[in-house]
């Protein structure tokens, strides 16, 4: 298979083929951070959503051991290209079962965390949780558990909203390059207002101490739950890329793309400017999109066409953002 198609710009490749054919050809130690949602595996056999029916993408593996066997050489791949004390961060949640009403969920983030650790990899911080509004999941993913009538008829058969979870993996060894903020955090990803009276402290040159606007977003970053992800909210704000067009009929049809929000606080925190990113479960562009965005390079690489085709029209209306001292939040491209 290898490339089947591939997009090349200044500040991003997109690439159609399977990642671990292309993940081979990249050089050691040449990304600064990978930002990625693999399928989830559930431990009832198969994936939560199956995105195609090619041999090749990891949501068609038949048992939650063989997904982790394949999954394994992508991990592997991503250590060899991961720079020394740099990270990786992986999107995952715990995965049900099934949908009857009563079902079990296997603990997913515990066996990514697990495999890492066995690649060489070292979990960097607690797990972040990212909270999600509990009627929003259940029109989106129509789980029996969560609907009121399960309350009604049999509480024992209801659940919780499932929190989305975001893994953060160091690379053994020792960070040649810091990740500075010289003036502190400058940008805030999510759906909160800042407070008017802080906005005068944005990019502060004096003590750092002194930046009560940087202080402020580091409150909301350093939290251990993110409540506050546009798009997660049960607001109109979506904070996705355009992603329906890409829908073909293969697709599971609430096949969601991984929020904006999410993946720019993980480049704003561990990337510098002009570094690398890569996605090896590329979708429809969103960690290229907001690498790019937040002037850094992106490599993605999808094996789904229709899918690759959408990053390609995504990044199209991609371009570096341009700050403005009175903006409190960021707007993201959709069309």
């Known amino acids: 298979m290898a490339i089947i198609e591939q997009k090349i710009e200044e500040n991003y490749a997109l690439y ?15 990304v600064d951070l990978s930002v990625y949602s693999p399928p989830f595996a559930t431990d009832s056999g198969g994936c ?12 068609n593996c038949r048992d939650y051991k063989e997904f982790f ?6 991990v592997r791949e991503l250590f060899r290209l991961t720079k020394p004390g740099r990270m990786s961060c992986v ?33 960097a911080s607690p797990r972040i949780t990212i909270w999600k509004e509990p009627l929003t999941v259940r029109n989106r993913t129509l789980t029996k558990a969560l609907a009121h009538k399960s309350v009604v008829d049999d509480s024992c058969d209801c659940c919780v909203a499932g929190a989305d979870y ?23 990803y999510g759906e909160r207002k800042i407070p008017h009276d802080l906005l005068r402290y944005r990019k502060w040159k004096g003590s750092q101490i002194e930046n009560r606007y940087s202080h402020w977003i580091w409150r909301q970053y350093a939290s251990s739950v993110w409540d506050d992800i546009r798009g997660n909210t049960g607001t109109k704000a979506e904070g996705v890329l355009k992603y329906k067009e890409a829908r073909d009929a293969e697709d599971e049809k609430h096949v969601h793309p991984l929020q904006l929000d999410v993946i720019s606080r993980a480049i704003e925190l561990w990337a510098n400017p002009g570094e690398t990113l890569i996605d090896p479960f590329g979708g429809v562009g969103s960690t290229a999109f907001a690498a790019v965005r937040a002037e850094r390079k992106a490599i993605s690489i999808e094996l789904k066409p229709s899918y690759y085709l959408q990053s ?16 409190t939040s960021m ?4 069309k």
């Open 69 to 74: 066997t394949h999954y394994e050489f992508f």
């Open 312 to 327: 390609v029209k995504n990044m199209a209306h991609c371009s570096p953002d341009i700050e403005d001292e009175e903006q």
């Open 91 to 123: 999107h995952c949640m715990d995965v049900p079962s099934g949908n009857s009403g009563c079902d079990s969920y296997a603990d997913f983030p515990g066996d990514i965390i697990r495999l890492h650790e066995k690649c060489g990899f070292r979990q």
């Open 48 to 59: 939560l959503y199956h995105y195609s029916s090619s041999d090749r993408d990891l949501s």
């Open 166 to 188: 975001l893994l953060i993996f160091r690379r053994k060894g020792v960070n040649a390059v810091p990740v500075t903020h010289e003036r502190g955090l400058t940008r805030y």
């Open 331 to 334: 707007e993201f491209a959709t």
């Open 16 to 30: 159609n083929g399977d990642a671990l054919e292309v993940l081979p050809t990249l050089p050691d130690a040449s």
